[in-house]
């Protein structure tokens, strides 16, 4: 995905830059290039915390009450756990680049979610957080 990216900013700053000279030519690679690298890398994060008997991730929260069962899951885990054995309810925050994930499953009879699944680089930490 990054390689697109910058494969996209580098063509279109070479189309700015085409028949210019001196510093026109380079300028726009100089601006481009870091603007669109910052602008995927503040889109692709995603803010997990643990606070106030919730869990957070993003703009959803679950209070920790209603947790059951914590999973930390290797790439081949969540691989099984969102292709052929996924439940259409769950509620995913996916990350592809991103290897780890965990499963967070849930005991709440009002709530038709089953688990949660959340990619995360640690994801033991996190499990280690929510037990």
């Known amino acids: 995905?990054?390689?697109?990216?910058?494969?996209?900013?580098?063509?279109?700053?070479?189309e700015i830059g085409?028949?210019?000279?001196g510093v026109r030519t380079w300028l726009p690679f100089a601006l481009l290039l870091p603007a669109l690298t910052a602008g995927m890398w503040s889109l692709g994060r995603v803010k997990i915390?643990?606070?106030?008997?919730?869990?957070?991730?993003?703009?959803?929260?679950?209070?920790?009450?209603?947790?059951?069962?914590?999973?930390?899951l290797d790439a081949d885990d969540r691989r099984l756990l969102l292709g052929p054995g996924a439940d259409p309810l769950a509620f995913?925050?996916?990350?592809?680049?991103?290897?780890?994930?965990?499963?967070?499953?849930?005991n709440d009879p009002d709530d038709p979610t089953p688990y949660w699944v959340i990619s995360t680089r640690h994801p033991e930490k996190l499990a280690a957080a929510l037990r």
Do not use: K
């Open 1 to 14: 995905m990054w390689v697109f990216v910058l494969g996209v900013a580098s063509v279109l700053a070479a």
């Open 18 to 21: 085409l028949g210019a000279s």
């Open 49 to 72: 915390r643990v606070a106030d008997g919730e869990l957070h991730v993003d703009d959803a929260h679950i209070p920790l009450r209603f947790i059951a069962d914590v999973i930390p």
């Open 92 to 106: 995913v925050i996916q990350r592809p680049w991103i290897r780890g994930a965990v499963q967070i499953v849930l």
